[in-house]
């Protein structure tokens, strides 16, 4: 029986994946073999000995120890994609309240009913503070062209916006579903220069911390409109401040308010709510508790940050799975102590990611613990399990 964490609130539908007879799933089990995560922090979290994953529901990971995970041999996993057309469709819509001031107007009405004004009346008085631009015709910056970046570019085009977008490490795949009306730009400077509209759509990490900062702001236009559904850190919030408080930046909708940036002016703030629909919440639980499954049962890795993908089909009755370093003769080592007991290797599949690699040896004989231990105690090894089939 695999015991599974959820540090958050996890769809039912990812939980039924999970089958009761081999999970126990809860929030409170103790030394816990998996965990299900969405945004809870876990830079504290201390690993109990068994955890042997954490599948996080959703895109970002910058919830998550990940360095300290890969030096535990712990697998990382998210869910690329599952929730990028919410984020996408919550994109629309800050880039249209960043317009419209539709948020000021509905407090403004509320305001004028509670101080027993004749709205009917009011309202055709008072509307004109609250105009503002369309979005057709305006141009769009697109940040990070991955799962949702691509969406929110591809959809600009059709709402009748010239679309710059902004990725040094565009992928294939990205590149393949990306509309040719998308503009590609070879540096943010073309993207502040020229658009009424940026969205963010990159992680959040130690070379995207505080882009946002005064010297991104003055190479702006006056009077840019900042959609920031990625991560708060990306932004410099003092920074951010000032040119709200100028009027360079007209408005900046967030998905990740805090108290600071609540003080500034026309800053629209949403509670975290871009993967928030009943579809996206599945769609992120399912996958993230398949790839979980998959890996405790069959040492199967799909979708990690940490470590690099690899599937074999079992092919013996025993299965070692051996996350180790990247390094010279890490898998002549193996071998040698496979072979010093006369273990037969069925079939093997190497696989690396930067600094560590995932070994998987099926073998068709039962092999002694003291062999295991020899593997888990040689050069660079991090984590070694034995699966049966
Ligand atoms: N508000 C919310 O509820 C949600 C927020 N997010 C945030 O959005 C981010 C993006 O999500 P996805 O598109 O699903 O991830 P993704 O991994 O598919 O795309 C991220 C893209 O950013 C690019 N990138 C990385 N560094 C960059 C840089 N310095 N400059 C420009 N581009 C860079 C990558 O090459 C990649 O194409 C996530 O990391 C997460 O922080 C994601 C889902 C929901
Ligand atoms: O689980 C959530 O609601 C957060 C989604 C998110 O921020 C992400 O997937 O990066």
Same mark, same amino acid.
């Given at each position: 029986?695999?015991?599974?964490?959820?540090?958050?609130?996890?769809?039912?539908?990812?939980?039924?994946?999970?089958?009761?007879?081999?999970?126990?799933?809860?929030?409170?089990?103790?030394?816990?073999?998996?965990?299900?995560?969405?945004?809870?922090?876990?830079?504290?979290?201390?690993?109990?000995?068994?955890?042997?994953?954490?599948?996080?529901?959703?895109?970002?990971?910058?919830?998550?120890?990940?360095?300290?995970?890969?030096?535990?041999?712990?697998?990382?996993?998210?869910?690329?994609?599952?929730?990028?057309?919410?984020?996408?469709?919550?994109?629309?819509?800050?880039?249209?309240?960043?317009?419209?001031?539709?948020?000021?107007?509905?407090?403004?009405?509320?305001?004028?009913?509670?101080?027993?004004?004749?709205?009917?009346?009011?309202?055709?008085?008072?509307?004109?503070?609250?105009?503002?631009?369309?979005?057709?015709?305006?141009?769009?910056?697109?940040?990070?062209?991955?799962?949702?970046?691509?969406?929110?570019?591809?959809?600009?085009?059709? /709402? !009748?916006?010239?679309?710059?977008?902004?990725?040094?490490?565009?992928? %294939?795949? $990205? =590149?393949?579903? @990306?509309?040719?009306?998308?503009?590609?730009?070879?540096?943010?400077?073309?993207?502040?220069?020229?658009?009424?509209?940026?969205?963010?759509?990159?992680?959040?990490?130690?070379?995207?911390?505080?882009?946002?900062?005064?010297?991104?702001?003055?190479?702006?236009?006056?009077?840019?409109?900042?959609?920031?559904?990625?991560?708060?850190?990306?932004?410099?919030?003092?920074?951010?401040?000032?040119?709200?408080?100028?009027?360079?930046?007209?408005?900046?909708?967030?998905?990740?308010?805090?108290?600071?940036?609540?003080?500034?002016?026309?800053?629209?703030?949403?509670?975290? /709510? !871009?993967?928030?629909?009943?579809?996206?919440?599945?769609?992120?639980? %399912?996958? $993230? =508790?398949?790839? @979980?499954?998959?890996?405790?049962?069959?040492?199967?890795?799909?979708?990690?940050?940490?470590?690099?993908?690899?599937?074999?089909?079992?092919?013996?009755?025993?299965?070692?799975?051996?996350?180790?370093?990247?390094?010279?003769?890490?898998?002549?080592?193996?071998?040698?102590?496979?072979?010093?007991?006369?273990?037969?290797?069925?079939?093997?599949?190497?696989?690396?990611?930067?600094?560590?690699?995932?070994?998987?040896?099926?073998?068709?004989?039962?092999?002694?613990?003291?062999?295991?231990?020899?593997?888990?105690?040689?050069?660079?090894?991090?984590?070694?399990?034995? /699966?049966?089939?």
């Amino acid at each position: 029986m695999y015991r599974i964490k959820a540090l958050n609130k996890i769809s039912p539908a990812g939980l039924s994946v999970l089958d009761q007879s081999r999970f126990a799933v809860s929030t409170d089990v103790e030394n816990e073999d998996g965990i299900l995560v969405r945004s809870a922090d876990m830079h504290e979290y201390v690993f109990p000995e068994n955890l042997r994953a954490i599948a996080r529901a959703g895109a970002g990971t910058n919830n998550i120890p990940i360095d300290r995970c890969s030096e535990a041999g712990i697998a990382v996993f998210n869910t690329p994609g599952a929730n990028a057309n919410a984020v996408k469709e919550l994109v629309i819509c800050a880039m249209l309240l960043a317009s419209r001031n539709v948020v000021g107007g509905a407090a403004w009405v509320k305001d004028q009913a509670a101080a027993g004004a004749d709205v009917e009346k009011v309202v055709e008085k008072g509307k004109s503070q609250f105009v503002g631009p369309e979005i057709q015709g305006k141009t769009l910056g697109v940040v990070g062209l991955g799962a949702i970046g691509v969406q929110v570019a591809n959809i600009a085009t059709k /709402l !009748g916006m010239t679309v710059w977008g902004y990725d040094p490490f565009l992928s %294939v795949d $990205a =590149a393949l579903s @990306l509309s040719r009306m998308v503009q590609r730009a070879n540096d943010l400077e073309t993207i502040y220069k020229n658009c009424d509209y940026i969205t963010l759509h990159l992680p959040l990490n130690g070379d995207t911390r505080g882009m946002i900062d005064a010297s991104a702001l003055q190479m702006m236009k006056s009077g840019v409109r900042l959609i920031n559904l990625a991560r708060g850190g990306l932004v410099h919030d003092d920074d951010l401040l000032q040119a709200l408080e100028s009027g360079k930046v007209a408005c900046y909708v967030t998905d990740f308010p805090n108290n600071k940036i609540l003080t500034g002016r026309n800053v629209v703030a949403i509670p975290h /709510l !871009g993967a928030s629909t009943p579809e996206s919440e599945e769609n992120c639980a %399912v996958m $993230a =508790a398949q790839q @979980l499954r998959d890996y405790l049962e069959n040492g199967n890795i799909r979708n990690s940050v940490n470590l690099p993908a690899l599937e074999q089909p079992w092919s013996g009755i025993a299965r070692l799975c051996i996350i180790h370093r990247n390094i010279p003769g890490a898998i002549a080592n193996i071998t040698k102590v496979l072979s010093d007991d006369n273990v037969n290797v069925e079939n093997m599949t190497n696989k690396s990611k930067k600094d560590y690699a995932y070994t998987v040896v099926d073998i068709n004989a039962k092999i002694r613990d003291d062999v295991v231990d020899e593997i888990r105690a040689l050069e660079g090894v991090l984590r070694v399990r034995l /699966l049966s089939h």
